[in-house]
């Protein structure tokens, strides 16, 4: 399986405009009774279904680690507060115009060798 560049990003925007944030914190809000906590919301290439990327929703009381392939948004409920704490896609986008394709493949190879990469 390969996923394709954008797939994750996109994948993450559709959950963002289908399930809502406000959604899921008073969701979590009224069921759990819990005031603050974090949503994480993961997405993963489903190993059986070729081209189907999985979702899962996560709420926890306590600030997770960062993780790719994840959003986490910290929400206070008292205060209306929901506020990202990262958004991490699996997949970055690459610009060949502005590496080029040899600039691309020189920091490939440093990377390969062990040199530390400064501007990547």
Known sequence: MVQTIGETRQAMRETLLSKKLQDIATQAHEERKLDEFWIVITHKLDEVIIGVIR???????????????????????????????WILPRDMPIIEELVGSSG??????QSAMGVPILNA
């Open 55 to 85: 979702e899962a929703v996560v709420v926890t009381n306590k600030r997770p680690p960062k993780m790719l392939s994840s959003m986490c948004f910290h929400v206070v409920y008292s205060k209306g507060l929901i506020e990202p704490e």
């Open 104 to 109: 691309l493949s020189s920091v490939v190879n």
